[in-house]
């Protein structure tokens, strides 16, 4: 099992839902 880090920082919470629709995609593909 592979394991993927996000790292963000995020002041007005854009950046968060980057970060999140990233780790989505990244679950979604294995």
Aim: hydrophobic share 35%.
């Amino acid at each position: 099992m592979k394991k993927v880090l996000i790292a963000y920082y995020s002041r007005t919470g854009k950046t968060e839902q980057m970060a999140k629709y990233t780790a989505e995609g990244v679950r979604f593909c294995g």
